[in-house]
């Protein structure tokens, strides 16, 4: 047995001349989604359906449900453009129901204005013929325990009764790259989802500090781009390698300004990758006031290194904000687990939470900072990440 899902996307419905661009970009990304599946993805005037087999309908559903741009889905029971065939249907579908289903409405929207009986004349001729062919059914306009939604399509009529959300947002791609500063933290990778989510295609940049930090964190890093990578497919991550800095920095800046100078060294790398692959924005984690760093003279300081766009999808949020997302998209128990990150380990004692421009500039003059970003860049190490 086959099954159809249907599809509805949002948003994108109202971008105007856009339209058809932003709704190639979905049915490309929803065909990605399940490329490795037999499931086909078809348009469909202002929706789109998936079919596959029955036993890979929860699958199915589950990976479409990840992609941006698509608000919600509902597994359907497509019937031919017959009245009498839609009523057979609809005493189908409700006999497949648990007993305790037992109220009801139908509900009947109808794109193809050709088909002959119009919403509430379908609502009345299938609730009549419910009430007669189902036992113990009853109408409850106002509190049923589930709705009978028939949609009257061109080709085939539509009958389902429950829906999964979508993440909604626009379709990764169609509003450019951003470059994601992921950490192993709770905070980047809700960052890079909320950025994807406004149809930002990311690719990550993660510092380490091998030898000081472990590969497990590294590890961390690639865990976390992969379960990001469930929706937007393939993210390219590159790690760079930020020991040679820090012992630099250790050894020739005041110490409570440690963090800042590795901060704007970190942005300047991040700049010339950006540069050299064509993105346009960074995207960071960075909420504001959360810690020393991230205080209003701190950020300018950093930013004060780049004349890139810096994003920050999490300024606003309260950190238990934060964790709820993270755990919604399932990055939250990989950031949970214990790792040293390249940031932690030459934690001032005292840091500077309103660090001065010309002070800092003062300690970078103890910097070879082109050798120190040539020798950087030159650590870096690119895979991509799938799910
Ligand atoms: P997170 O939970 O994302 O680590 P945080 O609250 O720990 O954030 P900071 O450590 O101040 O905040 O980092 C601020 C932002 O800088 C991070 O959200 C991330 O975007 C970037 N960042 C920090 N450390 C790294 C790193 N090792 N590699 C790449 N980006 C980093
Ligand atoms: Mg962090």
Not at 225 to 239: A, D, E, F, T
Not at 321 to 346: G, H, M, N, Q
Request: net charge positive; hydrophobic share 40%; aromatic share 6%.
């Amino acid at each position: 047995m086959s099954s159809t899902i249907l599809i509805r996307f949002g948003e994108i419905a109202l971008k105007g001349k856009n339209r058809r661009y932003f709704e190639n970009a979905l049915l490309q990304n929803l065909k990605n989604a399940v490329q490795d599946m037999p499931a086909q993805i078809k348009r469909m005037h202002g929706r789109f359906t998936a079919t596959c087999s029955e036993n890979d309908t929860a699958a199915v559903v589950d990976r479409l449900s990840k992609v941006f741009g698509v608000t919600s889905l509902s597994q359907v029971s497509p019937a031919a453009l017959e009245l009498e065939a839609i009523k057979a249907k609809a005493v189908e579908v409700v006999r497949s129901l648990p007993e305790h289903m037992n109220t009801f409405k139908v509900e009947t929207r109808r794109p193809n204005k050709n088909f002959p009986f119009t919403s509430p004349e379908v609502n009345r001729h299938v609730g009549a013929h419910l009430l007669q062919h189902c036992p113990g059914l009853k109408v409850d306009v106002h509190r049923p325990s589930f709705i009978l939604f028939i949609e009257i399509g061109m080709q085939a009529a539509y009958l389902y009764h429950n829906s999964v959300q979508g993440p909604g947002g626009l379709p990764v791609g169609v509003t450019g790259k951003g470059m994601l500063l992921l950490s192993g933290g709770i905070d980047s990778p809700v960052a890079g989802w909320m950025a994807m989510k406004r149809g930002l295609s990311l690719e990550a940049l993660h510092f380490h500090s091998f030898p000081f930090t472990s590969k497990r964190s590294q590890e961390k890093a690639i865990e976390l781009c992969r379960r990001l990578s469930c929706y937007s497919g393939p993210v390219p991550l590159h790690m760079v390698n930020v020991a040679g800095i820090q012992k630099e920095i250790r050894a020739r800046c005041p110490e409570e300004l440690g963090i800042i100078l590795l901060r704007r060294m970190m942005i300047r790398i991040t700049e010339a990758v950006c540069r050299q692959r064509g993105i346009r924005a960074i995207v960071t984690g960075e909420s504001l006031g959360q810690v020393a760093s991230q205080t209003l003279e701190s950020m300018e300081v950093i930013s004060a290194v780049t004349r890139l766009l810096i994003l920050r999808p999490l300024l606003a949020l309260d950190k238990h904000e934060i964790v709820e997302k993270a755990e919604a998209i399932d990055t939250y128990p990989v950031s949970i687990r214990p790792f040293e990150d390249c940031c932690t380990l030459f934690v001032p004692r005292h840091p500077v939470t309103r660090p001065n421009l010309a002070r800092v500039e003062q300690a970078e003059q103890n910097l070879e900072i082109d050798r120190l970003l040539q020798e950087a860049r030159e650590s870096m190490e690119t895979q991509i990440i799938k799910y």
